[in-house]
């Protein structure tokens, strides 16, 4: 039931003292679903027809099909195609170690993310369109002083709380229907320490190279070592945990050269004297702070709550620059529980979770009628679950899970319930 704390834990853990050379060892995780949903409002606005008619007779050619109340309704595979929610996250990888003396061992570690099942929609019957992915992939060093490591990983905000979801994995993973917003950093320099009476800190530092989070050709001006960062502390004690984590990533990360080189504003409008915006430009940093407590298999109950904000959403800020036409908030809260009780080989569980989207428009003005749900609306979401283990490596679950929001009709696809029967194997 336990999700694993990424390989940094992992590799913290492969320090034992004594350890002689170990081999590559080959690791995975399969997860097969079969999944129905009901999605409102699934279709992209401007992607039906609009109609067509005769310019000289006026007579209707073709008739209109609206691009609202478009649903999708059936059955799929592995969260693929329209089915809402995360993705199963199937994999597959190699990680070893070498003892260096003294102590020291050299880590290393390549995962790769393999699709299962078609996930994007086109050439389904081919299995030519979806190429695996690079997951948590590193090397480093490890020893009594903690593991360091650079690569590809998971941000230690991300770590803090994967423990605590029930529904990893899943169609009602937190990530899929809370909205958490968990990150695997690219260019990763990372730090755990050492276990301290059940006390860790973790910290990592994104270099940026020039790169882009968006699709871009890069930006110049993303050239520090730490143009992102991220840090957490956790303590587990028994059944106890509880983790604060905090990370930060650069506006630069947002923009390419271009957009920073040509600034905000782009100019002052000499007959108004108004400053014209630039709306590629993204002004502020995009931050979140998450905090989570649980008590994790006691007596065979399991109790979890987490907490995040989310500031200076990058989405909200292009909008209300003008740089998009998709109306978003610049702040998101959210908070979601979850509640497991495990008899024999089975659990039974439930979540229930919320998000509250916040902007900074006079909401009274009329040209904001049409967006106030996206920008200052809610969502709710709960789903049930059973699992049943057939060994410590073999799980079969089935799932019932719902997200209601106020922004259903301005946003696609974000009203979903769904039924999920599925098994996940380890080795």
Known sequence: MNKKILSLAVAAAMVAPGAAMAEAILYGKLNMSIDWADVTNVISEGAIVPGAVDPETGEQLVAPIP?????????????????????????????????????????????????????????????ANNSPTMRNSFLGLAGDWGTFLVGRHDTPLKISTAKLDLFSDTMADYNGTARFNDVRADNAIAYISPSLSGFQLMGMVHAGGGSTIIPSNGNIFADSIAEGW???????????????????????LYMDSTTVLLG?????????????ANPDFVADDFSVWRIGLGLLDW????????????????????????????????????????????FGNNMVKAMYGAGSRDSDFDNSLSEIDPYKNSLDGDYYTWAVGFDHNFSKRTKAYVLYTQVDDDASQEINGTQWDGFSLGMMHSF
């Open 264 to 276: 905000d504003p782009l100019f002052i409008d000499p007959v108004t004297g108004e400053a014209v």
């Open 230 to 252: 991220s840090a957490a502390g956790i303590y587990s004690n028994g059944p106890f945990s509880v983790s604060a984590a905090y990370e930060l990533f650069g506006n630069d």
């Open 299 to 342: 007596n065979g109950f399991t109790l979890s709550a987490i907490y995040e904000d989310q500031s200076d959403k990058v989405d909200g800020q292009l909008w209300k620059a003008g740089g998009s036409d998709f109306a978003a908030p610049t702040s998101l809260q959210i908070w979601q529980v979850q509640a497991g009780y495990a």
């Open 67 to 127: 691009d609202r109340d478009q649903n999708f309704q059936g059955w799929g595979l592995n969260g693929g195609g329209y089915i809402p929610g995360e993705k199963r996250a199937n994999r597959i990888g190699v990680k070893g170690s070498e003892d260096l003396g003294n102590g020291l061992k050299a880590i290393y570690q390549v995962e790769f993310g393999i699709p299962m099942t078609e996930e994007t929609r086109n050439l389904a019957a081919t299995g």
